[in-house]
């Protein structure tokens, strides 16, 4: 079943840490946001592998928009 | 004192719950074994004396009449008159239809004692199957709700839900862990099974019951500043500064994923029950918001009713702003922050350990609400905003006609050229709304110093489930 991680709040995207094919457990970086002047790490809520990055650097997201999706 | 039940008695039944919930399963009736539908008993938890009822799933599936609802009552009586925590076990599905209004009348009564109790004995819920109804009320009425794996709270059922809304839904989707524990904030604890449920209403039951005194030899200092990432910009999970800040081990969190940006929980500092609210910069940057002003009030509240001392730990970058926040209601909701904090007496403590910015700031604990003291870390930063976003809108104009390739650097000069005229943590401290900057090395004594030096006093009013 694949997972979905989504922005909890409108944000930038500051960097992203890790690659599609990439294996990430909880508490693990994906990519970084950047909101209210704080650069916010982005994680799994469960272990998976990144099929997909659905943002690149710089992107403005909003609440809800997908960021990766996990296998 | 009765004894453990045999092995052949329904573990569903109040005597087995009531035997899991005491020591050594032992406790005293205190209301008759019958088919009303609860057994109310006295005994003890963790060596505190403690209250407690359960409803009986296995007569009516646990509804309650007027005489079981009166068995609650007696329990309320009892904790009041012994001065002592109440623990409901909850398993029913509501009131009890065969009486009618009857059965009405009885839950009613419970919801005029559990109010009447509010604020002057703590109260704590453990709902291990489904609470409906009336049943759902009743513990969304007490201070803390505890829900086992197979615990479910709804008002109407899916069946009536699915007539009158044509929504299809299940039992757990309606209210189960997931709509409770993350959506709804009327559940503060969820469990993967009742063994784990009543565990930690024993765990919580105690630390109220038995709050200690503060040893502060038993203090001992930590590098709390070990916990932040180096980078001030960098969000972080505050979980573990809160746990380094607590005795090891203590921590209980409550709502700890309804509202996370905002952490709350009970533990011990020193042996003393003890308080934390903390901003999680891991979670929407530690923004406050309506929700986690709501939690955090509500926590605030329970504290100072039951003289439980509070630590507040400060790294908020303001309040989250969007159209959404103040359709909500932050405006509401955040004001109970403030009312929740302006109106405490139990000893309350500040640390600001990198940013408390604007109307989070004030929200925070504030020295303008009353807090007993401020401490500030020496690279904290107190102010209505950061220094950038102040010069760019004190000196909008100026920085319009930079180049924007040399526009970074100027905003960097100017943020520099505003903080040693707004003062940073040296002016707030000569102002007086921070007391002191405190090293991390030395917090956590200095802040036990504090609360032991503080007379414990409590604040005179109920818990309202805000």
């Known amino acids: 079943m694949s997972q979905a991680v989504r922005a909890e709040m409108v944000a930038s995207v500051h960097s992203i840490i890790a690659a599609v094919g990439d294996r990430v457990v909880p508490g693990e970086p994906i990519m970084i946001l950047e909101s209210m002047k704080m650069e916010i790490p982005v994680c799994a809520d469960a272990p998976g592998t990144i099929t997909e990055i659905s943002v690149q650097p710089g992107d403005v997201v909003r609440e809800g928009d997908l960021l990766v999706l996990l296998a | ?466």
Not at chain 2, 73 to 96: E, K, L, M, N, Q
Not at chain 2, 217 to 239: C, F, I, K, N, T
Not at chain 2, 305 to 312: D, E, G, S
Request: proline fraction near 5%; include cysteine.
């Open chain 2, 1 to 466: 004192m009765s004894q453990s039940p045999s092995v052949d008695i329904d573990p569903r039944s109040p005597r087995a719950r009531l035997a899991a919930l005491f020591d050594d399963g032992a406790f005293t009736p205190i209301t008759p074994e019958d088919d009303r539908g609860v057994l109310s008993a006295v005994g003890q938890v963790h060596g505190a004396r403690v209250v407690a009822f359960a409803t009986d799933p296995t007569v009516q599936g646990g509804a309650m009449g007027s005489q079981g609802c009166r068995a609650i009552v007696t329990a309320y009586d009892r904790a009041f008159a012994d001065h002592c925590p109440v623990v409901g076990i909850w398993h029913s599905g509501g009131a009890r239809l065969r009486e009618g209004v009857a059965s009405l009348d009885g839950v009613g009564r419970v919801f005029a004692a559990m109010t009447r109790a509010s604020g002057k004995v703590p109260q704590i819920s453990v709902v291990v199957g489904p609470a409906a109804g009336g049943a759902a009320y009743g513990p969304a009425l007490t201070d803390v709700v505890i829900m086992s794996d197979a615990g479910r709270i709804f008002v109407t059922g899916p069946e009536v839900v699915r007539s009158v809304t044509g929504e299809d839904v299940n039992m757990d989707i309606l209210g189960g862990a997931e709509p409770h524990g993350r959506r709804s904030g009327v559940v503060h604890i969820t469990t993967d099974s009742e063994a784990q449920a009543l565990g930690q209403a024993r765990d919580l039951a105690v630390l109220l019951a038995h709050q200690g005194s503060l040893d502060i030899d038993a203090v001992a200092d930590r590098d709390l500043g070990a916990y932040l990432p180096e980078s001030a910009r960098r969000a972080y999970d505050v979980h573990p500064l809160v746990e380094g800040f607590l005795d090891d081990g203590t921590f209980i969190e409550l709502h700890a994923r309804w509202a996370p940006n905002i952490v709350v929980g009970l533990g011990r500092l020193g042996g003393r029950t003890t308080g934390v609210v903390a901003n999680n910069p891991m979670r929407l940057g530690g923004c406050l918001d309506s929700a986690s002003a709501e939690k955090a009030a509500r926590f605030v509240r329970m504290c100072d009713a039951f003289a439980i001392p509070l630590i507040v730990l400060v790294d908020v970058p303001g309040y989250l702003p969007g159209l959404g926040q103040e359709w909500e209601g932050v405006v509401r909701r955040g004001a109970k922050l403030l009312h929740a904090f302006a109106e405490c007496v139990v000893p309350r403590v500040t640390v600001v350990t990198r940013k408390a910015y604007g109307g989070a700031y004030v929200a925070m604990n504030s020295s303008s609400l009353g807090a007993t003291r401020v401490f500030a870390w020496p690279d904290a930063e107190v102010a209505v905003m950061g220094s950038v976003a102040a010069i760019r809108i004190l000196h909008r104009r100026r920085l319009a006609e930079v180049p924007e390739d040399a526009r970074a650097q100027v905003e960097l000069e100017l943020a520099a050229e505003h903080e040693v005229i707004s003062g940073g943590i040296k002016r707030a401290v000569e102002i007086g709304v921070v007391d002191e900057v405190v090293d991390p090395t030395v917090t956590r004594t200095t802040v036990a110093r504090i609360l032991l030096d503080t007379p414990g006093v409590r604040g005179v009013h109920g818990n309202i489930p805000l």
